[in-house]
Nanobody, 115 residues
Framework: QLQLVESGGGLVQAGGSLRLSCVASGSIPRTNVMNWYRQAPGKERELVAR???????NYADSVKGRFTISRDNAKNTVYLQMNSLKPEDTAVYYC?????????WGQGTQVTVSS
């Protein structure tokens, strides 16, 4: 069983930066996709960025050029570097790992961007 723990959220002013981390404990299948999602109040959860075990990345249009996803396979960790933050980035950010047709989610970390 895989457990995911996110950290790094907080309160930041618009234009600032935060780096989120998600550590996976347990055995991770070699082929997997690590993702960051977010959910703002009253809105559906949306994909922010994903990275495959081979290092291929995809981003939501709203964060392209501002956010960078990366991973450290030795540490079973995925990161989300968020720069030039905007108030509309305010949300709970969730880590998700998809591997061997199984889905794992973290508990989420709150990111609040003040104007």
């Amino acid at each position: 069983q895989l457990q995911l723990v996110e950290s790094g959220g907080g309160l930041v002013q618009a234009g600032g930066s935060l780096r989120l981390s998600c550590v996976a404990s347990g055995s991770i299948p070699r082929t997997n996709v690590m993702n960051w999602y977010r959910q703002a109040p009253g809105k559906e959860r949306e994909l922010v960025a994903r990275i495959t075990s081979g290092g291929n990345t995809n981003y939501a249009d709203s964060v392209k050029g501002r956010f960078t996803i990366s991973r450290d396979n030795a540490k079973n960790t995925v990161y989300l570097q968020m720069n030039s933050l905007k108030p509309e980035d305010t949300a709970v950010y969730y880590c998700r790992v998809f591997a061997l047709a199984k889905d794992y989610w973290g508990q989420g970390t709150q990111v609040t961007v003040s104007s």
